[in-house]
């Protein structure tokens, strides 16, 4: 875990917490009650976070808790019921996916979404679409405006993919790499979108201890390098314990506690969310 005084939290002026070398920036992501029904269920209630410019947050609680519902409402495939997300200080109200997308925010799934027949430089390159732009009479012809798009296309795709040691990998099919590559695939299309916060859906779910290991790096590597916010849900608490620097928990659709790593391992709310009410001894 760092240890860099820049990652200790301190309060922001609207009394959320957020790391100390974030406190004088605009919050990347900022979230005023949210909440979502389901026709007469509620799913999501009342949740507000801020996220620091820089942050590695964590989303953590119970299966069912309604962590990637709450990432469903911050990338508009759900809408909220009520409540309002500013993204780079901007309202996301009534965008699509693909303008939340453009305005700065990416995601990863829980399960892996990757075009598996495709090469895997083609899957990055899906993700630029967003951010290369071309004549659009270039395009129809091929012509130099779409030839110079390509090759712009094609040069950052190669970093990107550089970045993680897959540059080698650039031509083979995507559905052909191990479980964990593609896992690092899904991340690198995710940043090629040039967004401002990343928001990753169980990133070390199927990774063996040695992959988590270097998720965990690779994270803040990219957080470092691309000097971005990165939110994710885990449930693998030496990962979430490791590398987030602030922690948000969800039960039954409802925030039970915020804090630091150490301060959420010795929330008792949490521990019983967890692990439930300890049974008291019988005589």
Known sequence: MENNNSSKLVPYPSNALVTERDLHKPPVLEVNHLGIDFGGLTAVDDFSIIIGR????????????GKTTVFNLLTNVYKPTRGNILLNG??????????VNRMGIARTFQNIRLFSKMSVIDNVKVGMHMSVKENFLSSL????????????????????LDFFSMADLAKAQAGSLPYGAQRRLEIIRALATNPSIVLLDEPAAGMNPSETAEL?????????????????????????????????????GKIIAKGS??????NPTVIEAYLGKKKEAQD
């Open 90 to 99: 901007y309202s996301t109200s009534g965008k699509t996916t693909a303008q």
């Open 141 to 160: 012809s091929h012509g130099f405006g779409y030839s110079k798009a390509e090759k712009i296309a094609n040069e950052r795709a190669l970093e990107l």
């Open 261 to 266: 790593p150490d301060e959420i391992k010795k």
């Open 216 to 252: 965990m790096e690779n994270i803040r590597r990219i957080r470092d390098t691309f000097n971005i916010a990165i939110m994710l849900i885990e449930h693998d608490m030496s990962l979430v314990m490791g590398i987030c620097e602030g922690i948000c928990v969800l039960n039954y």
């Open 54 to 65: 820089t942050e590695i947050a964590g989303l953590i609680g119970p299966n069912g808790a």
